[in-house]
């Protein structure tokens, strides 16, 4: 049995965050974000993005202290204007419209149902300082270490990794996890309703060129400049034939990316604590074709191949929205509808943030 670190109050704050005007943290909810109390000796020092999702006429409560904005339907609609199309409503995947409106190098995302898990000493992890050092120190995707990151304290290269590799690739990815509730499909969670992850690994590494992984949204940090215009959680939920597939979907588009143009994707550290199950039958409504097209979904990406000519994430991404109208609208008109909102999202990514802007800017309501 696991608990979640229940007094972070008396967490001491760090008079210097890392990254502090660098780093946004991006929360989809349609609830209040009373949650946040118990992050605040590590977000507080931090400007929060809140996508809200669901009716935009309900008020959501953020705890004082706390510099954020908060975009809901209304504003999503106002600022695309018909490019909103690409968001999907009712549906976490809203999430990704705090990438696009984002001027920050960094972005961190969360759900508020995830709290502030221990470490096996009892310590409060502070999760978001994990994901720093993740992104901050290199990748080696091309030869796999088997002590793992090597760019982490009490670590090195082993015997017999080539020098020529060890300088590592620039992280576009940290990836973490969860203890309590893991993230498990709706037909697991159906054979499995009660168990839960106590296991806490000491481990962070490099997920290998060519390998694809099953990304999740609540416990994720990347490099904006890096592969932002790659980060679109898809078409899910309201009017759509499937969902929890949102984060997944963006995580396979990142990955043959990030090969293709020689970057890095970690995994492992920092865990939270994912405190709620979701209810496994509204699940499987979910996720019931998702089941059965992705036997059809990993092969294309497994078999994706970018042109050498694909030289930036934008033009790489609209290269895959063609190759998923080609191959997979085959499997589902779905995808052709999906291949055509990636190429809005791009359009839309673009105009809010055109070539040359200032990754400097200031965050305000568009």
Request: charged content about 25%; some cysteine.
């Amino acid at each position: 049995m696991v608990e979640p670190a229940t007094d972070t109050k008396s967490v001491p704050k760090n008079p210097n965050p890392l990254l502090k005007d660098e780093l946004d943290i991006v929360i989809p909810t349609i609830r209040n974000l009373d949650f946040l109390e118990m992050w605040r000796p590590f977000f507080e020092p931090y400007h929060l993005i809140i996508v809200q999702d669901g009716d935009p006429s309900k008020t959501i409560k953020v705890p004082e202290g706390f510099d954020y904005e908060l975009y809901n339907r209304n504003d999503i609609n106002r600022i695309l204007g018909p490019k909103a199309s690409c968001i999907s409503f009712k549906d976490s995947a809203c999430r990704c419209f705090g990438y696009m409106v984002s001027k920050k190098k960094y972005i961190f995302t969360i759900d508020d149902d995830c709290f502030v898990a221990k470490d096996p000493s009892g310590k409060a992890i502070n999760a978001l300082e994990q994901h720093i050092k993740n992104i901050l120190s290199p990748s080696t995707p091309f030869f796999f270490n088997t002590l793992y990151d090597p760019f982490r304290d009490g670590a090195d290269f082993v015997r017999g990794y080539p020098f020529s590799l060890r300088e590592g690739v620039p992280t576009a990815v940290s990836h973490g996890l969860w203890l309590n509730i893991p993230d498990y499909d709706a037909p697991t969670q159906l054979v499995k309703p009660l168990e839960r992850n106590t296991r806490y690994v000491d481990a962070v590494l490099t997920i290998p060129k060519g390998t694809l992984f099953p990304m999740c949204g609540m416990n994720l940090c990347f490099d904006r400049d890096l592969i932002g215009p790659a980060m679109y959680f898809g078409l899910m939920g309201d009017g759509q034939p499937i969902g929890r597939y949102d984060d997944m979907w963006a995580g396979w588009c990142v990955k043959v990316i990030c090969d293709h143009l020689g970057l890095g994707v970690k995994t492992g550290l920092p865990y939270i604590y994912h405190s709620k199950a979701s209810n496994p039958f509204v699940n499987l409504k979910k996720e019931y074709k998702g089941i059965f097209w992705q036997e059809e979904i990993i092969p294309f990406f497994q078999s994706a191949i970018l042109p050498k000519d694909c030289t930036t994430v934008q033009q790489c991404y609209i290269e895959l929205s063609k190759q998923v109208k080609e191959k997979l609208g085959k499997v589902d008109p779905y995808f052709d509808k999906l291949s055509d909102a990636m190429v809005t999202w791009i359009e839309a990514w673009d105009d809010l943030n055109p070539a040359g802007a200032s990754a400097k800017a200031a965050n305000g309501k568009a």
